[in-house]
């Protein structure tokens, strides 16, 4: 074949490819993991926050091409971010960093922003001091 | 990079002599076969050798029995519904296996909308069907039963000479979906006691736009198209022509090769299976071990702990083409329903691919993919949290169950709020 197609756009096929802050972080701060009851896919996102600021995060994904690619994305998206900043964060920022995303496959970002979340509760949680900052 | 096309299911490459055989047809003969004059009467007569070719290969009685379609859906809808709606006065039932093809199943929901019913026929944990329960699944009221001779998914062999004989006994004529075994398989409409039975050419190596449908000269049917008085009036609408040559042409190369083609697709099935279940733990195959349960040319692989579409995607960009059936393929997020009928874990479900093997694989090709897959489930499972904690002993193996930690449908249950479909 001369020509190679893709699935995804290139963003997401480079992402998937070669994923960002794949792993798991030693002593995070907050982890989250959730489930996406649509389509069975899977997502943990570790946090390591420092002075408020998310310092530091990784993913590890068991989905699909897309999964992978937005938990890469959402990633670096919201390392730097204040919790409040990252509170806020929404999957379309995530969907626009790669480019766009399938319509059947927009809920993978979901799947990322929910991921987040989870991991940030669960910072604040074991940091109620930390809340609204 | 090594090209590997591991796709057979869904499509073939034309063979030379086939397409040969099709390319006057485009421009030289070019006439519509219902027409009168000499173009007409040209085409007609290539119609009938391709209605001979298709026939033989099936060993049906006559020409006459064949019908062109498209291809495989809509000879399906034809098969239900034009016997459906025939039959209407005598009964409102139908009997189906659970495993049967989309296009089978979702004819069948169409006319249950319209006030049919229909019972789906369970089958083992191996895809084979319950003959008891689809003996008592007819009633007098039953005016169809579809089995498919192979499983598009699973590779399943069905008893087809035993599912036969109880349709010939309860007097209800009796589908046959053979798409997934014509050109590989000897198929025997006469042996498998079939009214009907379809198949496509493109599955073996003919093009695509035919779709053959065979309807043993008793079988009522009514066609679901309607317009011009095209093939007995059963399929209205101008004959493909090329398509149809060469169709008839694959039916003819595939008689000549079934045993070759045989022999070569079992001796790679056996590699690639044996290659595979070695070097990557945790893998299932689904349906019957190779063997005579099973079809030389099918392998549906579930690997645990990693999704189907990861394990597609990265296959492709090392050169290897198979097909996923798992829940996150692009176009639709359910798991096949012919995995959910045979009871597979939800979890192995979701890491499910499909193999299916031709002519031109070899024995590298075999290795090649083992060798890539074994890389491809190492770095999927890297990035899987469900991987990850296996090893911990949070979670456990369906495949190879350690006695320690919770299901993996138990664990995603609990993360997601909802269980898993």
Redesign the interface.
Known sequence: ?SDTYT?YNSTVMEH??N?RN?G?LKDADGVG????????????ISLKIKDGRIADARF??????S??ASSSMATELIKGRTIDEAMNFTNQEVVDALGGL?P??IHCSVLAEEALKAALEDYVKKHPESAGK | MRHVFLDHQSATPVAPEVFEAMRPYYTEYFGNASSLHQHGLRVREALKVARQQTAALINADSEEEIFFTSDGTESANLAIKGVAYANERKGKHLVVSATEHPSIMNSVEFLEKQGWTCTRVPVSPEGLLDLAALKAAITPQTVLVAVHHVNHDIGTIQRMTEVGAICTAAGVPLYVDCEASAGWLPVDVKAFGAALASFSPHRFYGPKGVGVLYRHKRARLVSILHGGVQEGGRRAGTENIPAIVGGGAAAALAQQRLAFRQEHTAALQRRLWDGLKTHVPYIKLNGPEPGPDRISTNLNLSTEFIEGEGQLLLCDLNGIAVASGSSCVSKSLKISHVLGAIGLDHALAQGNIIMTLGEANTVEDMDYTVETFAKIVTKLRGMSPMWDEFERGVIDSVINPTGRGKSFSQHAADISGKAAH
């Open positions: 074949m699935l998937f490819m994923p794949m798991d993991e959730v489930g996406a009851a649509a389509c069975g896919d899977i997502m943990k590890k994904t068991f989905g699909c091409g999964a992978i399938p059947v496959k």
